[in-house]
């Protein structure tokens, strides 16, 4: 089996063949990464440029430990200190990296379509790392292999996004990857924070109240609130959103039923999420951060070997 895509640019473009592709894969490297050798020759010989121009702790180190899991060779990029800060075009920089004899492209931007541009102008494969407001591809798909893990399947599983939907790539990526795996969907925050057009564009039940989102869903993926993409102010103050927004133990607690709770990180502790939820016996956030390394292995290893 082979992925349908060349590169791995949003989760809109992936069949749920794709996915499952993915997420089967990952589940045999997450064994790979069990053993005391962790290390497969899969990806000997193959040059992988991490390209980030906006900041990360999880993805880039992710993605630089599955290279090397795999036995790639690494180069990391850092636009802050790299001649992109002295006026280098994204272009350039990536045709001055390829003309290295470099295989794949990981990237992060801060503008949406920023991959999309780069597939249009060079041959190597892409994987989105994350592009401004629009997808989180590889995010989405370590929530939903996280998801299987603890729930067994992603079919009727109903998930609660919780949050800063308008500003959230990890949310659009979800909605689109819950969708094609058969999953139910509720968004739930501030009515500033929730796009419009979200009704129209994807079958989503919306909710305005958090208590309600909680109550219905098996997983609440909770999101952080991201005061660097936003020029106003869409709420009063951090405290006043965790009042209303914030998910706290005692809420848990009230539930007819066990829940997930899933963040992306990085957390906003007693914002968007209290730190006796973060850290409580329902919350699997650091078992993502752990899938997020089998799931770029498989991602890698699958763009690779479909170049062969
Ligand atoms: N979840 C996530 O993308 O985290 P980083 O920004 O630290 O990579």
Redesign the pocket.
Known sequence: MALSTKHLLGIKDLTPQDITLILDTAKQFKEVLQRPVKKVPSLRDVTIVNLFYE??????MSFELAEKRLSADTLNFAASSSSAAKGETLLDTVNNILSMKVDMVVMRHAASGAPHFLAKHINAAIVNA?DGINE?PT?ALLDAFSMIEQHGTLQGLRVAICGDIMHSR?AMSNMYLLHKMGAEIMVAGPPTLIPKYLAQAMPVKITYNIAEALEWCDVANVLRIQLERQNLPLFSTLREYNLAYGVKKEQLEKLSKKITIMH???INRGVELDSEVADGNQSIILHQVENGVAVRMAVLYLLANREK
């Open positions: 900041n990360s702790t999880r993805t880039r994350g989180h995010q990890v992306p990180g990085p």
